[in-house]
């Protein structure tokens, strides 16, 4: 377990070799909450709808369909 410091606007700096373990680079996103009085980090997913692909088995052509309108955006 390592510590993070807590800078004056309420940023938290993630140790070095946490941000290269999980590829986080300046301007990705994280999801911050509380469980049960800890606080977690994850990594928010760079691709939701490719995260996504395979949970609705019985529709794979809308999974296509979506990542091929978010690939012309």
Sequence with gaps: MQEAKILGKGQLVIPVNIRKKLGLKPGDSVKV?????????????RHPVKAATGILPQRPSLSKKLLKDRATE
Excluded at 33 to 45: E, K, M, T
């Design 33 to 45: 909450f509380d469980y049960d009085g800890a606080i977690h980090v994850i990594p928010s997913s």
